[in-house]
DNA sequence: AATGAATGAGCATTCATTCAT
DNA sequence: TATGAATGAATGCTCATTCAT
């Protein structure tokens, strides 16, 4: 009847944490073939697995992807949260934000090409996107700058939602101009750039 | 941009341009279903052609999708080019660009979610689509960003190309925001609060 | 992106009725490996044609069983009736029909392995089975008992669908165990066999 | 039919005889699923005990499903031969072996499925079921004819190996029909319906 | 004996593209 | 030009089986 075998497997190596495994291949291989042109097998392969094995730590390649963005979006927001309470002047904090920013993506091209380029490759996605802790890290530079307004440093004829969404759109753009570009600069000196002209907009006087 | 055009009257059917058909076709398609997602036979059908007949006008998928960006782009540049040649203002330059740039985008909202969705999902397209014309649009701002330091209006210690990119980055923000809303506000008025931000932020004193 | 290409496919052979084809070779695949080890694959070679040629035919691979059954079935009822038709003596018209089940089956042993093997091997197969056209089968048998009893040639202490169940059960019989046999005998003579046991139990004295 | 017997106590679980237990809880999956639908892993899991322990008893899902039969064959077997030894009469012999056989299956239709149903659906298990206990079973009743046969008392003008197909046969389309009947009807009563007509056309005069 | 993580072969189905008409 | 039937390469996922512990 049904006559399934599987061939003698020689070695079994020892990766002590699977699911991180296949999480750092995965980023790799999206990074270079994009989301929808990488096989499964590609992740297995470079993790050093069978390819069924990634079924017992992921439901589908589709969740492989959602994972490497929760991850990575839960760690910048708690090191993003930790770097900034210490932080009193929100001009100072601002700054600090868009430094993290651009030096955690800087720090790992694959990572920020999957940010870039993979995760805005279908509207379903971005939705979900917009709807977890992307919106989280928003608010945090939203309320930022309410907070600055309300001391009275920051120009209060500006919504602070606005605001906020101009400039994650021009550090955003930055980092997207980064994973493209041929040239190899670091990208976290930007965040100064970025900052001179976004801060001088936002403050009164 | 390639501009064969079907013959003045089709025996048959009352298609005036096929060529043009299948991209609006497409856009509609690839707006809603995504890209990949999209299947050829969707385009064909919604276009009310045969599947083959996609092929006389196209050699692939992929190069729909490259039309839809080259023929929008064009236009788009055409215009810009147009609107702002009467305009010696170069923060008055700047606020036209913004404006039309939303406002063209948020005419028509599935072509809005192929630029800023679909056109997303490929690194190798994200890098053709930066030596093409967008960094030619990239370029209308950035030479008119560098006019204005030179005539005194904008501070000279910014870099044109970097504050091009800025702007460029919080108006794409802009959009993409107003894509994945479910709400649906006009995204034009946006054009004023960025440029609030963004001009401030550039001007001399 | 997507990246697909077709061979170049030489010789287009001419396949009149490619249904009627597909439907030939998947009884003959079937009835040497079983439903569930035989592929789409062997179907589509060995009715010489490509894999995806035959889901312009079938929606699946569990549509090309049920037809089948049903073109078998149909066929099967119409030469049923159209043969007792003219017969009137309702022991006659069992025997007949008896002849007719066994004639039919025992010449086209590929098909009667697919009815007497594959056809069993699903619950759900099997109610969709007695559901359709097997029980307007069975319910020609009998119909046939009732008017024998109602003309009192048949003893009427039996409920005839009991009665039909039986001669359908070990005509079955007789169908099953010559597909099973390794001996090549004739399996049409058995009808003569069953309907000795069944019509004398069957007539009143 | 092996019988190997777990240790009389386990020493973490209670489960006295794991082999019977896995046996019953695949009768119970394959009855509900199909064979070919139901996991290895599912029975594990109905039978309390991990998919690999599964193998320390049985070689493959096949052979579990071979022992299913084996194991209700034997025993059906060993109870028949005890019940008909103290019947003299053939004519009573056959109608207690169609008790036997239809309320034996009538009282557990999770089995009945199994036998009907699944058992059925490889041509290559149907071989070995026909060389297996089915013709030993299929025996019983043939002697038992030919018996009868030689005391007079059944017509010698049928060959009593067809005879007892026949019966058999009858039988089994009783089981069948009820095994796929939403209804729920006693099995059991439907012998003494099929021997009121096989019977009479067996016996002299 | 028992476990259950790991393996990897296997396959139905889709769909971009072609080409005879 | 236009058609649409035919092609066939490509792949995510399942699950029987193994084996180190």
Redesign the interface.
């Known amino acids: ?2 006559t399934r075998r599987s061939g003698a497997a020689g070695t079994r190596t020892i990766i002590p944490d699977k699911r991180a495994a296949i999480l750092r291949s995965a980023t790799k291989v999206f ?1 270079s073939k ?4 990488s096989k499964v097998a590609d992740i297995a392969a470079d993790a050093g697995i069978a390819d069924g094995t990634v079924y017992l730590y992921f439901k589908s390649k589709d969740e492989i992807l959602h994972s490497i963005f929760d991850r990575a979006m839960a760690e910048f927001i708690t090191e993003g949260r930790r770097e900034i309470a210490e932080i009193a002047d929100p001009a100072q904090r601002l700054t600090r934000i868009a430094e993290l920013h651009l030096s955690r993506l800087g720090a790992d091209r694959d990572m920020a ?1 999957v940010f ?3 995760l ?5 996605f ?2 979900e996107f ?1 709807a977890a802790g992307f919106s989280e890290y928003l608010d945090i530079i939203r309320s930022t700058i309410a907070e600055g307004q309300k001391s009275g440093v920051f120009r209060d ?3 602070p939602i ?2 906020s ?2 400039l ?7 980092v ?2 980064w ?2 570009s041929v040239k190899d600069y670091p990208l976290a000196p ?1 965040a100064d ?2 900052m ?7 403050v009164t006087k």
């Open positions: 009847m049904m990074a994009g989301f929808f042109n090409i870039q380029v993979e805005r490759g279908s509207t379903k971005m939705q917009s004829d500006l919504k606005v605001a969404k101009i994650y759109g021009a550090l955003d753009e930055m997207t101009n994973v493209l930007m750039e970025v001179k002209i976004f801060l001088r907009g936002l």
